[in-house]
């Protein structure tokens, strides 16, 4: 008889996008002609930029001819794409990270998932409130939890992120082992500073811990004095490895390029104590495991790091960034305090009420979609958030009604 993993039937069933996808349903069926505007999903909106269009073509060329045909790559990704990254992400912001610490992806939710693996089934697990989803179901998944109990998983170190900590957690007074960071973060749009980090860093260091810092939202930090990555943060490359993506820098959630940096310093543990690099396990995982990211998307990649692809990068971020600043401007202008549109293409507001209440509100009376806080953790009752990514017109017309639905 073939058992299924039991861990499994311990998952939640998420009903947070199926439910706010059945109440925009039956509000549109009561109102046929009234438009809605989705300001719910975290999806870019834009088209890639067109230096990724005309390496993507370039590329899809080379593959038509024998002489020019690229067959498997290297499991790690090509070193022209390596290159650039550790170069331009890394280097020229003076953090140390060599090409070859570079691991390219189909994703940094693959990555994050996946990377689990090379830890021992026992780890003591941290995890923000709220929080992105992933980090916690791929732990249920893995068995390193126990039951839902009350809104949250036993056993899981729940990191608050509230008011009172400005959403960013401060380490526990426990000792955990493995601990997800996320900045600027997904929902709250909060980014931590160098002297946060620095205590995150440091708590690893002393307690032998390893930090998972998912950096997906890296390329909307405008504020200089904010770190990118975790490697900006000094004794950082001995226990964090950091997740970034193109989705969100490029527009790239529907083509599909991500990297992980495991720097060749970071270490875990065997059970008898001793240091093993983290990045040998990385690559042997990697290597068996995955073939690589198709060649067109890895050139496509590597045209964001020319001077155009740059630009073009900084154009699409600073396009949502004028989005977010429109909608926390008007939700201050109507008396809401917030956190995150800043560094962030998400707007975290306090609502007051309850969060499903606050959504039903503005699905009634505006015609809007909000993603409802709840739906990312205990701590995410009474918020809501906004996301920037959708056009300028309809980002207007949508505080243009939350302002009369609201007022
Ligand atoms: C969107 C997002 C990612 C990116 O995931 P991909 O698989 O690379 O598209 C990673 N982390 C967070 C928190 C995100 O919101």
């Not at 299924?4 to 039956?26: C, M, T």
């Not at 499991?75 to 390596?82: D, H, T, V």
């Not at 839902?148 to 900590?165: A, I, M, P, V």
Request: proline fraction near 4%; charge should be negative; charged fraction near 20%.
């Amino acid at each position: 008889m073939i058992l299924i993993n039991e861990n499994y039937l311990k998952l939640q069933a998420s009903y947070l996008f199926s439910d706010i996808g059945k109440r925009v349903a039956a509000f549109q069926e009561a109102h046929p002609d009234q438009d809605i505007i989705k300001l719910g999903i975290g999806d870019v909106t834009r088209a890639l930029p067109s230096v990724c269009i005309d390496a993507l073509h370039k590329a899809v060329d080379e593959m038509a001819e024998d002489a020019t045909f690229r067959g498997y790559g290297p499991e790690q990704g090509y070193a022209f794409l390596r290159e650039k990254i550790a170069q331009v992400d890394f280097q020229a912001r003076g953090a140390e990270v060599a090409a070859d610490e570079v691991f390219v992806s189909d994703g940094a939710k693959c990555d994050s998932g996946n990377i689990q693996e090379l830890f021992g089934q026992d780890v003591a697990i941290a995890v923000p409130d709220p929080v992105y989803p992933v980090y916690v179901d791929t732990n249920v998944m893995a068995g390193r939890t126990g039951t839902w109990q009350e809104g949250r998983y036993q056993g899981l170190t729940y990191l608050e992120s509230t008011e009172n900590n400005n959403f960013v957690p401060e380490p526990p007074e426990a000792k955990v082992d493995l601990i997800y960071l996320c900045f600027p973060n997904n929902p709250t749009g909060a980014a931590a500073t160098k002297a946060q980090l620095k205590q995150w860093v440091d708590y690893a260091g002393e307690n032998k811990a390893l930090i998972l810092f998912d950096a997906a939202y890296a390329a909307f930090i405008r504020d200089d004095s904010l770190p990118q990555s975790i490697y900006e943060i000094a004794g950082a490359r001995e226990v964090a490895v950091e997740f970034r993506s193109f989705s969100k820098t490029a527009g790239f959630t529907g083509t599909r390029c991500a990297y992980t940096i495991v720097p060749k310093e970071c270490m875990a543990y065997d059970s008898q104590g001793n240091a093993q690099p983290l990045h040998l396990l990385w690559n042997r995982r990697h290597a068996t495991k995955f073939n690589g990211v198709s060649y067109p998307v890895q050139r496509a990649a590597e045209a964001v790091y020319s001077v155009a692809g740059q630009e073009q990068v900084k154009e699409l971020s600073d396009y949502y960034l004028k989005n977010a600043a429109l909608i926390s401007s008007k939700m201050t202008e109507l008396g809401y305090t917030w956190v995150g549109g800043v560094n962030s293409p998400y707007i975290w507001i306090k609502t007051g009420t309850d969060s499903w209440a606050f959504f039903d509100n503005l699905l009634n009376k505006a015609g809007v979609v909000c993603t409802p806080g709840s739906g990312f953790g205990k701590c995410g009752e009474g918020y809501i958030r906004l996301s920037a990514f959708n056009s300028h017109e309809n980002v207007e017309k949508a505080m243009q009604r939350i302002e009369n639905a609201l007022k």
